[in-house]
């Protein structure tokens, strides 16, 4: 393979036999390298293919501007994300790297964002939030920086958006699926969902996961009955609307929804 342009000492876009423009890493690759050179396969970690040519724009763009040890770091938390998930979309490294770099930013200029997911995401994908712990630990023992865990939560949400399947038909279900629902919680509440609002993007993002899990049957681990007692108690129309959306999934798909999945689309329909 051929360098077509170097992106870091470690970063490289190459062409291959078929010409097809690839993203080539590893520690090394583009150092004291020239467009024409041929790419040393001994220093080659990781060979992207994105077949949607905006994505491999935004990864050229992206490692063009992130220092080698940050690109090292979010190499190793891919790394042990699919010793522990499986196989992962080439995707995810760029929305992890993107979001890893600015994290950091964000930290050494004193900026904290909040992470109005991170009980949620806690809750509903155990393993994803454990492996953003981890990576919390691997960015502050290479880079020596200690970031908020509300960032381990927003890692969680990239991996677990990045297990969706992505095959056409399962989307389309899903998708589907969602505009139900979402016509169910409009006619119910009696209102216009406000599409800018960022509660109703919040709502999106549990539906997209809400969906999936009823697809793919699964299913959330007993929760505390006191907490779905108080959040019952709290939001009783919200409550109302989450059970009418369990009716008709079970009418749908003969699914009872558990009460913690009741409880989290009780809270999302009481902020719209």
Known sequence: MKISKILNNNAALVLNEQHQELVAMGRGVGFQKRPGDALDPALVEKIFALQNHELMSRLS????????????????????????????????????????????????????????????????????????????????????????????????????????????????????????????????????????????????????????????????QAGDPSLHAAVKASYPRAWLNAECVGGFIWEQYQRALEPDELMFLAIHISRL
């Open 61 to 220: 763009e992206v490692l063009s501007g992130i220092p080698a040890e940050e690109m090292a770091v979010c190499n190793d938390i891919l790394k042990l994300a699919k010793k522990q998930l499986g196989r992962l979309p080439d995707e995810v490294y760029l929305a992890l790297l993107d979001h890893c770099h600015f994290a950091i930013e964000r930290q050494r200029q004193g900026i904290a964002l909040h992470n109005a997911l991170q009980w949620e995401m806690r809750r509903l994908y155990p393993t994803e939030f454990a492996l953003g712990l981890q990576a919390l630990e691997l960015i502050e023992q290479q880079l020596g920086l200690s970031l908020p865990e509300d960032e381990a939560g927003f890692i969680a949400w990239h991996l677990a958006n990045a297990q969706l399947n992505s095959e056409a038909s399962e989307m389309q279900a899903i998708n589907q699926l969602m505009r139900q629902i979402l016509r169910i919680v409009k006619d119910q509440q009696g209102l216009e969902l406000d599409e800018q609002a960022l509660n109703y993007h919040r709502f999106i993002a549990h539906l997209k996961f809400f969906a999936q899990r009823v697809l793919s049957q699964q299913q959330l």
